[in-house]
Structure formats: C-alpha cells, structure tokens
Antibody
Framework: QVQLQESGPGLVKPSQTLSLTCTVS??????????WSWIRQHPGKGLEWIGYIYYSGSTYYNPSLKSRVTISVDTSKNQFSLKLSSVTAADTAVYYCARGLEDWGQGTLVTVSS | EIVMTQSPATLSVSPGERATLSCRAS??????LAWYQQKPGQAPRLLIYGASTRATGIPARFSGSGSGTEFTLTISSLQSEDFAVYYC?????????FGGGTKVEIK
C-alpha cells in the first residue's frame, strides 16, 4: 500500500518561500493514472486544494494561489514538492500531500511567523 | 469556482441511530463527488467517491447518493468511531473544492 510523508520546515518567516517535500513509498510516482496533490487546512478550518501534478507532468494550481505556487516531481527520489512564495500569516496551515483522492500523508503544520 | 455547502453544521446523534448529511453544489458536478471523514489530529479519510462508491475498506453502513447538485451521506447505525467531521468535495471542475464540514457529535 502506498504511503506518503510530508517533510520540511515547521516555521517560515513572512515574505519567505515555504518548501515542502512529499516522499512516496510503496508505489512509483511515475506510474500512470495518478495525480499528486497538495492540500492545506487552516487551523480549525476547512480544506483547500492547493494544486496537483499529473503523472504526465501537467500542473494545476488553485487560481487563488497560482501566482505563488510551484509543484514539481523528482522521479529519481520518488518525491514531489511544493513551493509557496511570499508567505504571510494567512498561509499558516497543516499541509497534506495526497495521491488521487484516497491516499493522504499525515500532514505537517507550517507556521508563518517572524 | 464551485461552492460546496454542507448542512447541518453540527448533527447530534445517539449511537445506533441513523445520520443523514447533506451537500449542495453551486452548479452541477455530475457524480464527481467525494465524502471524507476527519478525526482530530488526523488526515481526512476517503469514504465515498463517484457520489456512491465506497472506498477500500469502508464499512457498508456508509452510503452515498445523489448527482448533479444535491448529495447525501448516510450512516445507517452510528458507531462510537463514527463521531467526527465529514466533508464533501467536488472533483468535477478545477479548482477542486470542499464543503465546510458537518460535525457529527454524540447526543
């Protein structure tokens, strides 16, 4: 069964770039038919789909974040990554990576604060 | 973007009773609708996709119905482990969007 694990700094300063990596085990990230996503949840709030990268390399970003988001894949490491630039306190959230709809990482809390 | 509206915000139910959760889309999402369960400190768990297909390992007491703009998640007989927050999510149009959630609490 595929497993996903998020990693990255838990604290980011305002105006800097948030960078997270999702390591995939139990399955190849380059196998066809799946999309690989980042989703976030503000503390005590609902869920927001940030974007995803399809196995073909196509990317889809939420228009609300599009100018600040980059999702990329490193097939050699079986990882995919999220970069969110110019962060503010409003970007403080638990960030999840996911494969399709069914397989999610446990999530990682990122706090934006000086 | 498609706005998903869930009702009620909170549902108080006794163990063993039936729970019915509603989700409405601001425009048609066909049957591209998923339901998730989330417990505190955990990632959402997929329950239903395609509006009515149970995900792997999901008990038969969970069922989904609907299409277009109106959807329902039914839990036929609530067990103690079912008290949680439930989210609907459409994946028909980008960006994918979630409802605000329904908290199912013990009555």
């Amino acid at each position: 069964q595929v497993q996903l694990q998020e990693s990255g700094p838990g604290l980011v300063k305002p105006s800097q770039t948030l960078s997270l990596t999702c390591t995939v085990s139990g399955g190849s990230i380059s196998s066809g038919g799946y999309y690989w996503s980042w989703i976030r949840q503000h503390p005590g709030k609902g869920l927001e789909w940030i974007g995803y990268i399809y196995y073909s390399g196509s990317t889809y970003y939420n228009p609300s974040l599009k100018s600040r988001v980059t999702i990329s894949v490193d097939t050699s490491k079986n990882q995919f990554s999220l970069k969110l630039s110019s962060v503010t306190a409003a970007d403080t959230a638990v960030y999840y990576c996911a494969r399709g709809l069914e397989d999610w990482g446990q999530g990682t809390l990122v706090t934006v604060s000086s | 973007e498609i706005v998903m509206t869930q009702s009620p915000a909170t549902l108080s139910v006794s163990p063993g009773e039936r729970a019915t959760l509603s989700c409405r889309a601001s425009q048609s999402v066909s049957s591209n609708l998923a339901w998730y369960q989330q417990k505190p400190g955990q990632a959402p768990r997929l329950l239903i996709y395609g509006a009515s297909t149970r995900a792997t390992g999901i008990p038969a007491r969970f069922s989904g119905s609907g299409s277009g703009t109106e959807f329902t998640l039914t839990i036929s007989s609530l067990q103690s482990e079912d008290f949680a927050v439930y989210y609907c999510q459409q994946y028909n149009n980008w960006p994918f969007t979630f409802g605000g959630g329904t908290k199912v609490e013990i009555k």
